[in-house]
């Protein structure tokens, strides 16, 4: 069987040899990987920040980790004790409202 070219065909056609620039390649698969990486990191930040009030924003680092002097527990136990509020806030040096949505939170 004769093979047959589009050459053949086409008076005009000049075969052509397909040229593939690797440097635009590796550039092209690089930024694919760096966009799936963000992407990846967008779905771990927004899955990890479904616990963030309840838990006290530690899974977000540092900047947003709560405060040591706002501990749920001390506070409980000194309003079970018979404190008021306001010695609380000026005891553990924290909000009002802090002291207020722990006693909320654990009336339910």
Same mark, same amino acid.
């Given at each position: 069987?004769?093979?047959? /070219? %589009?050459? %053949?065909?086409?008076? %005009? @056609?000049?075969?052509? @040899?397909?040229?593939?620039? =690797?440097? +635009? !390649?590796?550039?092209?698969?690089?930024?694919?990987?760096?966009?799936?990486?963000?992407?990846? /990191?967008? =779905? +771990?930040?927004k899955k990890h920040n479904i616990h963030r009030d309840e838990r006290g924003?530690?899974?977000?680092?540092?900047?947003?980790? &709560?405060?040591? &002097?706002?501990?749920?527990?001390?506070?409980?136990?000194? @309003?079970? &004790?018979?404190?008021?509020?306001?010695?609380? !806030? %000026?005891?553990? /040096?924290?909000?009002?409202?802090? !002291? @207020?949505?722990?006693? /909320?939170?654990?009336?339910?």
């Amino acid at each position: 069987m004769v093979e047959i /070219k %589009d050459s %053949d065909i086409f008076a %005009d @056609y000049e075969e052509q @040899y397909d040229y593939i620039d =690797e440097e +635009w !390649v590796d550039r092209e698969i690089e930024k694919q990987h760096k966009e799936k990486e963000q992407e990846r /990191k967008k =779905e +771990w930040d927004k899955k990890h920040n479904i616990h963030r009030d309840e838990r006290g924003r530690l899974n977000k680092g540092a900047l947003l980790a &709560s405060k040591d &002097s706002c501990n749920e527990k001390e506070i409980l136990q000194w @309003y079970d &004790s018979g404190m008021a509020v306001k010695e609380i !806030v %000026d005891c553990m /040096k924290c909000s009002k409202s802090t !002291v @207020y949505n722990v006693i /909320k939170k654990h009336r339910k």
